[in-house]
């Protein structure tokens, strides 16, 4: 079973991923971390590497070929959990078997948890969110053609804006099981 969260910033996709992998048992794959990995080697911020990455695509094409292989070879053997915006599309494209979910918030919301997480203002998470935001959607857009505010690839979306992590990852694995 591969289970892919897909999301916006901020709308708690990292931390239902790691309540339904501490819950029930799932690996995780996650492109997110991968790609803060990969600013860290580079010495970047994450906004510096995605404008980095925005001029050199294949920034994104290692990376997510990298998370596409091992999803694809682990997905064969164990039940996996993937955090990840671009996934759910990539693997639509390899013909895999997976259960989508996308999840959202307002973005005031976004930029309220995203200031808490990284001791930053509301207001520069906000800058931050909407930046991250453009930069993905357009080179998504110009290395794939894929347009991830395109949603339905995802089998549900959540808004996870009233709800705690909790009730989400607890909806989410209702839906998986159902």
């Not at 803060?36 to 001029?55: I, N």
């Not at 709800?163 to 909806?171: D, F, G, I, Q, R």
């Amino acid at each position: 079973m591969i289970v892919v969260i897909g999301g916006t910033p901020g709308s708690g996709k990292s931390t239902v991923v790691g309540l339904l992998s501490e819950r029930h048992g799932l690996a995780v794959v996650s492109s997110g971390s991968m790609f803060r990995d990969e600013a860290v080697r580079r010495g970047m911020t994450l906004e510096e590497c995605g404008a980095f990455a925005q001029k050199h695509h294949e920034v994104d094409q290692e990376l997510d070929g990298k998370v596409t292989k091992e999803v694809l070879e682990r997905g064969q053997k164990e039940s996996l959990i993937v955090d990840s915006r671009l996934q759910a599309y990539l693997l639509q494209r390899e013909g895999a078997t997976f259960f989508g979910v996308h999840i959202d918030a307002p973005v005031n919301v976004r930029a309220k948890r995203v200031a808490e997480r990284e001791a930053k203002t509301a207001s520069q998470a906000l800058r931050e969110i909407k930046e991250r935001e453009r930069s993905e959607r357009t080179r998504y857009l110009e290395i794939y053609k894929i347009d991830i505010t395109d949603l339905s690839v995802y089998d549900i979306t959540i808004d996870s804006g009233e709800k705690t992590a909790e009730e989400v990852s607890e909806l989410i694995w209702s839906k998986v099981q159902g």
